[in-house]
């Protein structure tokens, strides 16, 4: 085989080995998914608990179903905007819950409502009782390091950040906020329904990278072969 050949068959096969590791840590990533998704799906199926008795740590309490009772500050709502429903624009409105017999609140996402811009809301329509009791689902808050804060508004939100929220308000916050789940009436925000889980991309990926290894290989086996069949 000439030089050239040579080297173009060993980086072939340098290639291929490396996307067959990469295809195999994507199928390492894909187990831990699956086993993620396994877990939250268990969380889901468990009855509503108190939201007092759930776990301090924010990763073991996501997804969990809890139920909380307390009086809800509207004075001091958010919007989160840029969030659609069924195709339309619109906002989440993000609201205090003062928990009955505690000094800390949590934010609960009572749901979603028409916006044609995202984020311009009559907020006074969509109150509810003050005191109230509901159900629904933990939420992990945004990364502290990411903006959230929308420029010309600074009730209206791209993401909930514990520590950007906390900044406004008077009171603790609980480390997590809820997603209230229910009915879908149009007297009060179309309620958010559980996440739907999924694989994600990683087995697609993975046959992806064993395809660019199975090429490599076959590559350099036909440059191997074509120098073998020259005089």
Not at 48 to 55: E, I, K, N, R, T
Not at 159 to 165: C, F, K, L
Request: with cysteine; proline share 6%; charged share 25%.
């Amino acid at each position: 085989m000439s030089r050239r050949s040579i080297v173009f068959c060993a980086f072939a096969l340098l290639a291929s080995i490396l996307f067959v590791r990469l295809g195999f840590w994507q199928l390492a990533r894909l187990r831990a998914k699956v086993q993620r998704n396994d877990a939250i799906a268990a969380r889901q199926l468990e009855p509503a608990v108190q939201f007092a008795s759930l776990p301090r740590d924010t990763a073991a309490a996501r997804y969990r179903r809890a139920s909380a009772a307390g009086v809800f500050d509207y004075g001091a709502e958010l919007v989160l905007s840029n969030r659609t429903y069924q195709g339309s624009p619109g906002a989440d409105l993000v609201t205090p819950l003062r928990l009955a017999g505690s000094d800390t609140a949590v934010l609960v996402d009572r749901g979603w409502v028409y916006s044609p811009d995202g984020s311009s809301v009559d907020r006074a329509r969509w109150r509810e009782p003050d005191t109230v009791s509901i159900v629904g689902y933990v939420e992990q808050y945004a990364p502290d390091a990411v903006s959230t804060s929308a420029a010309r508004d600074p009730r209206i939100l791209r993401r909930i950040s514990r520590r950007e929220v906390s900044s406004r308000i008077s009171y603790p916050l609980a480390p997590y906020y809820l997603v209230q789940t229910g009915d879908t009436a149009t007297s009060h925000p179309v309620r958010r329904e559980m996440p739907v889980l999924d694989e994600g991309p990683h087995r697609s990926y993975a046959i992806q990278w064993f395809f660019f290894a199975a090429t490599a290989l076959v590559g350099a086996v036909a440059v191997w072969w074509r120098e073998r069949r020259m005089p």
